[in-house]
């Protein structure tokens, strides 16, 4: 049964590095906003409503929780949405299982679709996505929704699990094609490196750095080991550059785990469930939102959120 911490610092914050403690708000505790999920993901922030939309994949819809009231209500129903992200102008960026594509819902409530093939093949599934700052579209395509009937509809790939970005003209390109079952994947602060998380084998974070053009990667490395350390997933950084990465799975594993520019473990932020992804809020995104399994937590904290809008 989840309870609240009622003391300060809360046991459940972990430093394993005291470069994390100068990041926390010492009497700020982990709050649970919701629970009753079945497959917590793409938790994303919108300022401008004051709320949190997060995906509910198995249960096929996008919730909406308010920052000012804690109300939850339906933002959208269908189509097995899991990641989503806000591009430069403030539109919802979504991979969407269930039509095999990543969508923008436009300021007038319609739906684009940015991509749904690739060499007149169908996507797979995407899973996570980030918009750059000129615009261009990144996203990984794992199988992970086709695989059964749970999170989208059960179907034979037709492409290798690639990393792929959209320009701003709406060309699709293959940038990394060698990381089995790529997952999350975010940008460092000044958007030179590339970070994409393996949920095949072995379960790892690699780094790419970034052309000066921006329209591809080179240089690839395995940055983070998982090991027998547990399983990453989705990820955020913070303008310091430390990651801030959705982590599971079993008892002293499942949270968010923290890692410093170098890969060094910082920090652990312990749940009582697998953390899928994560991402900052709140009026100056120092409010780190936590999409896990069942439930989305919360935590304020003193880093701050790269600002991706």
């Known amino acids: 049964m989840w309870q609240q911490s009622e003391c ?34 793409g938790p994303v922030w919108f300022g401008d409503l004051r709320c949190l939309l997060v995906s509910d994949i198995p249960n096929n819809q996008i919730l909406k929780i308010e920052e000012e009231t804690g109300a939850v209500s ?16 403030g539109r919802l960026v979504s991979c969407e299982h269930g039509h095999r594509r990543v969508t923008r819902t436009e300021l007038d409530g319609t739906v684009t679709v940015l991509a749904d093939s690739y060499r007149d093949k169908r996507l797979n599934a995407p899973n ?8 261009s579209v990144w996203f990984t395509d794992p199988t992970f929704g086709i695989r059964d009937y749970y ?3 059960k179907a034979a790939p037709e492409l290798p699990t690639n990393v792929y970005r959209i320009d701003p003209e709406g060309e699709l390109t293959a ?8 997952n999350g994947l975010a940008f460092s602060p000044d958007e030179s490196v590339l970070y994409v998380v393996q949920s095949g084998v072995p379960r790892c974070i690699h780094a790419f750095d970034v052309s000066a053009d921006g329209r591809s990667v080179s ?3 395995r940055l983070i080991e998982a090991g027998e350390q547990g399983t990453p997933d989705g990820f955020r950084l913070d303008t310091d550059g430390n990651l ?7 008892p ?17 932020i312990h749940l009582p469930e697998r953390c899928a992804n994560v991402c900052f809020g709140g009026t100056y995104r120092t409010r780190l939102y936590m999409a896990a399994s069942q439930s989305v937590y919360a935590l304020h904290v003193r880093a701050q959120g790269v600002p991706y809008v």
Not at 29 to 35: G, K, Q, S, W
Not at 74 to 89: A, E, K, L, M, S
Not at 244 to 250: K, R, Y
Request: net charge negative.
């Open 74 to 89: 339906v933002f959208r129903r269908g189509p097995h949405t899991n990641g989503n992200t806000r591009d430069r102008q």
């Open 175 to 182: 940038v990394i094609e060698d990381i089995d079952h790529p």
């Open 244 to 250: 801030w990465c959705g982590w599971g799975v079993g």
């Open 8 to 41: 300060y610092p809360d046991p459940r914050i972990e430093v394993l590095d005291e470069r994390f403690r100068p990041l926390l708000v010492t009497h700020a505790a982990v709050e649970r906003l919701h629970t009753g999920m079945r497959w917590a993901e």
């Open 128 to 135: 996570d996505v980030v918009v750059k700052s000129d615009g």
């Open 151 to 153: 999170e989208g509809y």
């Open 252 to 268: 002293g594993l499942n949270g968010v785990r923290i890692f410093a520019p170098d890969a060094t473990p910082i920090g652990m």
């Open 219 to 221: 240089n690839g490395r």
